[in-house]
C-alpha cells in the first residue's frame, strides 16, 4: 500500500504572469495548487515523490477553475 499526502497553497496574483511549458500568460487573480505526492511500495523511509499537481484558478465571482 503507497502512503500519499495532498497539500493545499493558495497563491495571489496582482499581475499577470506566465509558467514554463505554457504558452499563455495567466490573468492576476487567487491561485489554489494541490500537489500529490506518494512513498512508493517497498520504501524504507518516507520519501514522497511528487504525483500529481493541480492548478486552480478562483475568479472574482464564480466557482475555481482548473487549468
Avoid: C, W
Avoid at 505554457?22 to 520519501?47: H, K, M, T
Amino acid at each position: 500500500m503507497n502512503a500519499i499526502r495532498t497539500t493545499h497553497k493558495t497563491y495571489e496574483f496582482s499581475h499577470p504572469f506566465s509558467l514554463i511549458g505554457y504558452a499563455q500568460s495567466f490573468l492576476p487573480g487567487r491561485y489554489s495548487i494541490e500537489i500529490e505526492e506518494e512513498v512508493p511500495s517497498g520504501a524504507g523511509v518516507l520519501d514522497f515523490s511528487r504525483v500529481k499537481s493541480r492548478l486552480y484558478f478562483t475568479p472574482q465571482f464564480g466557482a475555481p477553475v482548473e487549468i
